[in-house]
């Protein structure tokens, strides 16, 4: 198959850049405001006040807000690496680098730090249950990359074993 008859992935390639910078100023936004932010919506009720009872050191909603506070930059801190690895694979793909063991480990970084961010939230589940949720999801993502990322490695092995075959 020539190159002119291969679908063109440009536009949709060119748009996932577009989020990753558009998501990268919105996080630093959230970097900068974030105190602002966390204040807003721990204080107007956003947040449930439940927390674990047997962490009697979490008895004052100030320390839970920041538990909260200290969870919310951790896991900003943990998306400038992923938003790094998205850029780079986006940028394998556009110069037809799919298999390669580089991908695989950008796809390693990226799973390894969801699932930092499912443990930063864990952790702060016991100031408030809302976290909770964004646990799972933290969880669900990285399991899902990892997933794709074995795919990927064996793919690679194979077109190896298919290479020193031909």
């Given amino acids: ?24 100023i919105v996080c630093l936004i959230g970097d900068i405001f974030g105190y602002s932010f966390c204040r807003f919506c721990w204080y107007g009720d956003f947040f449930t006040e439940s ?20 969870c919310f930059y951790l896991s900003t801190l943990l998306t400038y690496p992923i938003l790094f690895c998205v850029v780079n694979i986006i940028l394998n793909l556009k110069k037809d680098h799919v298999f390669e063991k580089i991908n695989t480990r950008y796809l390693s970084i ?13 952790v702060g589940s016991f100031a408030t249950f809302s976290l909770v949720a964004v646990s799972m999801i933290g969880l669900f993502v990285g ?24």
């Fill in 51 to 70: 927390y674990i009872g047997a962490a009697s050191f979490l008895g004052t909603p100030d320390v839970r807000f920041y538990v909260f506070l200290t």
């Fill in 110 to 122: 990226i799973s390894i730090c969801c699932f930092l961010i499912c443990l930063i939230c864990i």
């Fill in 143 to 166: 399991l899902i990359v990892q997933c794709v990322r074995l795919v990927m490695d064996k793919a690679i092995d194979m077109r190896d074993e298919l290479d020193l075959t031909v």
């Fill in 1 to 24: 198959m020539n190159k002119s008859n291969r679908p063109s992935y440009s536009i949709w390639l060119n748009l996932t850049l577009l989020t990753c910078a558009v998501f990268f």
